[in-house]
C-alpha cells in the first residue's frame, strides 16, 4: 500500500503570503501529527489529530498556524502571513501503534 | 515539561559497535522510540521500548531503564550506509505528544 504523501514537495513564497501544505496519511491511520524541521534539529512537534479533531495543538507557535482534518484521513496546514522565518521542512506522520511512518515533507522557503 | 538529551555528533568505524545514549525529563510516558534520518529523507522508524531492558533487531538493538531515565540504541557491524542522523523521542502519558530529541548525528569512517 501506499505511505504518507506530502503535496507540495517544495513550496516558495513571499513574505506575508497564505500558504497550505497538504498530507494524505495511510489509511487506516486515526492518529495523524504535523512537524517541522530546520537543519540540524529534531522534528519539533506542532499538532496531533486523533481522527477528526484536533487532539494537541500546543506546539503550533502563533495563531498564523492552523490545521484541519475535516474527514478524519486527509489533513491540511495552514500558515498566514507567513514570514522568514517559517522557512523549514514541515513533515507529516501517521501511526495506528507505537510506529510513525512519516512523509517524504514539504520544503517551505519564505523569501 | 518534557526534554530529550543525547550528542549532537558520534563517530565511529565501519564494522564496529556504536551506543547513542539518550536521556529524558517527562513526567510519564508510554515508551522511548528511534528513528533513523538521513539526509534529505524523512525520518524511518527503527525500535520501540515500552519495558525495561533490550529489545533487538538485526544489527540495531535498543535498551530502557525507566528508573535511571535513560535509553540508548547500539548499532552493530556498522555499515557506511549507517552514517545518519538518530533521534530518540517519547511519547508523553497525558497527551499523547511525541517529543524528539535533537539527534545524534553518526559519522562512519572506512
Known amino acids: 500500500g501506499a505511505g504518507v504523501s506530502q503535496t507540495p514537495s517544495n513550496k516558495v513564497t513571499e513574505k506575508g503570503k497564505y500558504v497550505e501544505l497538504r498530507c494524505d496519511p495511510i489509511s487506516g491511520h486515526t492518529a495523524l501529527y504535523w512537524y517541522r524541521q530546520s537543519l540540524g534539529q529534531g522534528p519539533e512537534f506542532l499538532i496531533y489529530?486523533?481522527?477528526?479533531?484536533?487532539?494537541?495543538d500546543s506546539g503550533l507557535p502563533n495563531d498564523r498556524f492552523f490545521a484541519v482534518r475535516p474527514e478524519g484521513s486527509v489533513s491540511t496546514l495552514k500558515i498566514q502571513r507567513t514570514e522568514r522565518g517559517d522557512s523549514a521542512m514541515y513533515l507529516c506522520?501517521?501511526?495506528?501503534?507505537?510506529?510513525?511512518?512519516f512523509g517524504p515533507g514539504t520544503r517551505l522557503t519564505v523569501l | 515539561g518534557q526534554s530529550l538529551e543525547q550528542p549532537s555528533e558520534v563517530t565511529a568505524v565501519e564494522g564496529a559497535i556504536v551506543q547513542i545514549n539518550c536521556t529524558y525529563q517527562?513526567?510519564?510516558?508510554?515508551?522511548l522510540s528511534w528513528y533513523q534520518q538521513h539526509d534529505g529523507g524523512a525520518p524511518t522508524f527503527l525500535s520501540y521500548n515500552a519495558l525495561d531492558g533490550l529489545e533487538e533487531t538485526g544489527r540495531f538493538s535498543s535498551f530502557l531503564s525507566r528508573s535511571d531515565s535513560y535509553g540508548y540504541l547500539l548499532l552493530q557491524e556498522l555499515q557506511m550506509k549507517d552514517s545518519a542522523s538518530y533521534f530518540c523521542a517519547v511519547r508523553d502519558r497525558r497527551d499523547d505528544k511525541i517529543i524528539f530529541g535533537k539527534g545524534t548525528r553518526l559519522h562512519i569512517l572506512p
Open positions: 489529530f486523533q481522527g477528526t479533531g484536533a487532539a494537541d
Open positions: 517527562t513526567s510519564g510516558f508510554y515508551g
Open positions: 506522520a501517521s501511526s495506528k501503534g507505537n510506529e510513525q511512518f
